[in-house]
């Protein structure tokens, strides 16, 4: 389903993604790991099409997305879904049409306008459904703003389900809930992509999150993977490889290598 090879990225003068390869199938669910700076929000903003990458390929469903324009681009991005560490809900309307927003993209604009005026029962009964799969069917006519945080990052799942969306990127979902909250959220993700078949990447901090829910680990630093492992390989040994390079790159100030250099050497293979 995904395929990126040596995807280079720069944002304003700063190299974010350096030579990446990576292949995801259809259906798998992979977490994507690394420390803050490591490139792992600009890697989904690659995936999901917000941004293109200035060198290298992507190509989704066997599609070069370099190709995509238009009417072909706008129908690609309706297929993923992003789901945000600040939830993007609007907090003035209720549940229920911020989850019917998940499908404004899919939906031509008179079934749009129709919808936001005056919803089809159809339309109601499936946002209750998917609103019942995360555990807020009582909260469905309830203003966003009215819900705790945890309730309304169940309310951006929701509406990523509503949308449909065979791709779902979670990009630290859980990086502001306590760690009660944190294991639901993940198991209530990975569960609804495992029933409905969807491919599902996380992007985590919490290693013993990744090891209970994922069997498939992607570590990313400084714009480049460092691994791409099954989840039983990835022991504290390695992960305290990954992460002590990096804490000691930032306290020396050092400026990151270039893409041929030691942070770029894959671990653990």
């Known amino acids: 389903m995904i395929r990126l090879a040596g995807?280079?990225?720069?944002?304003?003068?700063?190299?974010?993604?350096?030579g990446v390869d990576l292949r995801?199938?259809?259906?798998e669910r992979v977490a994507v790991v690394g420390p803050s700076g490591a490139g792992k929000?600009?890697?989904?903003?690659?995936?999901?099409?917000?941004?293109?990458?200035?060198?290298?390929?992507?190509?989704?469903?066997?599609?070069?997305?370099?190709?995509?324009?238009?009417?072909?681009?706008?129908?690609?991005?309706?297929?993923?879904?992003?789901?945000?560490?600040?939830?993007?809900?609007?907090g003035r309307m209720s549940v229920l049409r911020n989850v019917l927003a998940g499908r404004l993209g899919v939906w031509g604009w008179r079934h749009a306008s129709r919808t936001w005026i005056a919803p089809s029962q159809a339309d109601v009964e499936a946002a209750h459904s998917v609103c019942a799969r995360v555990g807020i069917a009582d909260k469905l006519f309830q203003r966003a703003d009215r819900l705790s945080g945890g309730q309304q990052q169940r309310v951006a799942i929701a509406r990523a389900l509503f949308q449909d969306a065979r791709l779902v990127?979670?990009?630290e979902p859980v990086a502001s809930v306590d760690p009660m909250l944190a294991e639901e959220i993940v198991a209530l993700l990975v569960r609804s992509a495992t029933e409905d078949g969807r491919t599902l990447l996380v992007n985590l901090h919490q290693p013993d999150l990744v090891r209970r829910h994922f069997a498939r680990v992607v570590g990313l630093r400084d714009g480049c993977v460092a691994f791409d492992l099954p989840t039983e390989r990835v022991d504290d040994a390695l992960l305290a490889a990954f992460f002590?390079?990096?804490?000691?790159?930032?306290?020396?100030?050092?400026?990151?290598?270039?893409?041929?250099?030691p942070e770029c050497r894959p671990l653990g293979s």
């Open 24 to 27: 995801v199938a259809s259906g």
């Open 41 to 90: 929000t600009t890697l989904f903003r690659v995936i999901n099409l917000s941004l293109r990458p200035d060198g290298g390929t992507y190509q989704l469903d066997d599609r070069n997305t370099s190709d995509l324009r238009g009417a072909d681009l706008r129908a690609a991005r309706t297929r993923i879904a992003t789901i945000h560490q600040q939830h993007d809900v609007v």
């Open 169 to 171: 990127l979670a990009d």
């Open 244 to 261: 002590t390079r990096r804490e000691a790159d930032d306290a020396s100030g050092g400026a990151p290598q270039p893409a041929a250099g």
């Open 7 to 18: 995807v280079t990225r720069t944002l304003g003068s700063t190299p974010a993604l350096r």
